[in-house]
């Protein structure tokens, strides 16, 4: 079997939704005393929540030491952050803070987690379980072992984007070293049945990896109860900074062992090498704490929200799909499908409304989404689709103006669309045999 690769050069994206685009919204602003734009996109990433800037502040100034220079009180003070913030996310997920390794964010984290444990454990076997609606952190890792040898069981969500832990039980062979599957799915919500994927992981003595990026601070996470082995977060999906994150590897029953990915200096206990980001960690570690004290009261209030969202809009627009789980799914993700109106055209004509038409990084594809494609959501419906995501900063005053300027958008863009107006007459759009065909 062919080695795989330590490392790989940087790929810049080349999305739109990664760059600034310029909006004239004086007019708008002026009919309103809501300030515009409008976010409702934290499942892309989170405002550091200013608490999180207050904690992160001395380590940009006074406290610039590297966390490992261990001959003077700069290193030393800046060490002393790194390991309260290790203490702080351990509590948020339930483990021991030596078993949190820091990384760049949750891309990195999968990879390490991934990679990892297949390298470090290819004499056990060579057979990797993931999903067809995971996150391109994921994905692409998978596709990468699969370049190089290895085989990978891509399990089909259902309708409303679970897995189930009979379709995990099935795929498992005597050489099946890692199963990899998400908490909540980052486009639609939907929450995975954990902890009976992890019971048959340990049945099966089968390492257990999950991303919990989305999840984290949205939902109770703890890793005994789930039975997880490797846990990937991110910082700024929780209200702390950018280009910090943390995977959770266990100690002990069972103990993992990771290859390293990144050579030079062994930090973070051998398993991840480089200079410590000192004030994204204190940083990320403020924002666990501040999650951990405020999750049951941020989820209680994003529900409201999301509820109000999502019946004021469906109960004023015809032909508008739910995707995801309507229960098991987080308090704050609703994705809609708005049938006759293609997705980028809405997002273009509510210029206002800071939405999104997939993940981040990956909806400026002309493909539709891979997430509502294993749900056999028709192209159509997917192309139509709008993720809306509320945080701890949305207010009911912009619940209301959304579904107000979606509603208008949506009439506007039918109003256009033929297929719109036939459809309203009792034709069946699939049935037409059009000229040519």
Same mark, same amino acid.
């Given at each position: 079997?062919?080695?795989?690769?330590?490392?790989?050069?940087?790929?810049?994206?080349?999305?739109?939704?990664?760059?600034?685009?310029?909006?004239?919204?004086?007019?708008?602003?002026?009919?309103?005393?809501?300030?515009?734009?409008?976010?409702?996109?934290?499942?892309?990433?989170?405002?550091?929540?200013?608490?999180?800037?207050?904690?992160?502040?001395?380590?940009?100034?006074?406290?610039?030491?590297?966390?490992?220079?261990?001959?003077?009180?700069?290193?030393?003070?800046?060490?002393?952050?790194?390991?309260?913030?290790?203490?702080?996310?351990?509590?948020?997920?339930?483990?021991?803070?030596?078993?949190?390794? *820091?990384? @760049?964010? #949750? &891309?990195?984290?999968?990879?390490?987690?991934?990679?990892? =444990?297949?390298? !470090?454990?290819? /004499?056990?076997?060579?057979?990797?379980?993931?999903?067809?609606?995971?996150?391109?952190?994921?994905?692409?890792?998978?596709?990468?072992?699969?370049?190089?040898?290895?085989?990978?069981?891509?399990?089909?969500?259902?309708?409303?984007?679970?897995?189930?832990?009979?379709?995990?039980?099935?795929?498992?062979?005597?050489?099946?070293?890692?199963?990899?599957?998400?908490?909540?799915?980052?486009?639609?919500?939907?929450?995975?049945?954990?902890?009976?994927?992890?019971?048959?992981?340990?049945?099966?003595?089968?390492? *257990?990896? @999950?991303? #919990? &990026?989305?999840?984290?601070?949205?939902?109770?996470?703890? =890793?005994?109860? !789930?039975?997880? /082995?490797?846990?990937?977060?991110?910082?700024?999906?929780?209200?702390?900074?950018?280009?910090?994150?943390?995977?959770?590897?266990?100690?002990?029953?069972?103990?993992?062992?990771?290859?390293?990915?990144?050579?030079?200096?062994?930090?973070?206990?051998?398993?991840?090498?480089?200079?410590?980001?000192?004030?994204?960690?204190?940083?990320?570690?403020?924002?666990?704490?501040?999650?951990?004290?405020?999750?049951?009261?941020?989820?209680?209030?994003?529900?409201?929200?999301?509820?109000?969202?999502?019946?004021?809009?469906?109960?004023?627009?015809?032909?508008?799909?739910?995707?995801?789980?309507?229960?098991?799914?987080?308090?704050?993700?609703?994705?809609?499908?708005?049938?006759?109106?293609?997705?980028?055209?809405?997002?273009?004509?509510?210029?206002?409304?800071?939405?999104?038409?997939?993940?981040?990084?990956?909806?400026?594809?002309?493909?539709?989404?891979?997430?509502?494609?294993?749900?056999?959501?028709?192209?159509?419906?997917?192309?139509?689709?709008?993720?809306?995501?509320?945080?701890?900063?949305?207010?009911?005053?912009?619940?209301?103006?959304?579904?107000?300027?979606?509603?208008?958008?949506?009439?506007?863009?039918?109003?256009?669309?033929?297929?719109?107006?036939?459809?309203?007459?009792?034709?069946?759009?699939?049935?037409?045999?059009?000229?040519?065909?």
């Amino acid at each position: 079997m062919e080695e795989l690769p330590i490392a790989e050069e940087p790929q810049e994206c080349d999305c739109d939704s990664c760059g600034p685009r310029p909006v004239d919204r004086s007019d708008d602003q002026a009919k309103t005393s809501l300030k515009l734009p409008i976010y409702m996109d934290y499942n892309a990433t989170t405002p550091v929540d200013p608490r999180v800037l207050e904690a992160m502040m001395p380590y940009l100034t006074d406290i610039f030491g590297n966390a490992a220079s261990r001959s003077h009180s700069f290193g030393w003070a800046a060490e002393a952050g790194v390991e309260a913030a290790r203490k702080q996310i351990a509590d948020l997920i339930g483990t021991e803070p030596k078993a949190i390794i *820091f990384t @760049s964010g #949750a &891309t990195e984290s999968d990879n390490l987690a991934i990679k990892g =444990v297949v390298e !470090m454990y290819k /004499d056990k076997g060579n057979h990797v379980i993931t999903s067809l609606a995971e996150h391109k952190a994921v994905i692409d890792p998978c596709k990468r072992l699969e370049a190089h040898g290895y085989e990978v069981t891509w399990l089909k969500s259902d309708e409303y984007g679970r897995v189930s832990a009979e379709q995990v039980a099935d795929a498992i062979t005597d050489k099946t070293v890692l199963i990899s599957i998400m908490v909540a799915n980052n486009e639609i919500g939907t929450v995975n049945p954990m902890a009976e994927i992890g019971k048959v992981a340990k049945e099966h003595e089968v390492f *257990f990896h @999950s991303d #919990a &990026t989305q999840a984290i601070g949205k939902i109770p996470i703890d =890793v005994e109860a !789930m039975g997880v /082995d490797l846990l990937s977060l991110s910082g700024h999906k929780m209200y702390g900074p950018k280009g910090v994150g943390a995977l959770y590897v266990r100690r002990r029953g069972p103990r993992v062992r990771l290859t390293c990915q990144m050579d030079g200096g062994g930090h973070e206990r051998g398993m991840r090498s480089g200079t410590l980001n000192v004030p994204g960690i204190v940083g990320m570690g403020a924002a666990a704490e501040i999650a951990a004290k405020e999750l049951t009261s941020d989820a209680e209030r994003l529900v409201k929200l999301r509820t109000r969202l999502e019946e004021g809009i469906m109960s004023r627009l015809p032909q508008v799909t739910l995707n995801g789980h309507p229960t098991e799914r987080l308090p704050n993700t609703v994705n809609l499908s708005f049938a006759y109106v293609e997705g980028e055209a809405l997002m273009m004509k509510v210029k206002n409304v800071a939405v999104s038409s997939g993940s981040a990084c990956t909806s400026a594809s002309l493909e539709p989404s891979h997430v509502l494609r294993s749900m056999d959501v028709p192209d159509d419906l997917a192309h139509s689709s709008i993720r809306f995501s509320l945080g701890r900063f949305t207010t009911k005053e912009e619940v209301d103006y959304v579904i107000e300027h979606m509603v208008e958008a949506v009439n506007d863009l039918r109003r256009l669309s033929p297929l719109y107006e036939m459809a309203m007459e009792g034709v069946d759009i699939r049935e037409v045999k059009w000229k040519g065909k």
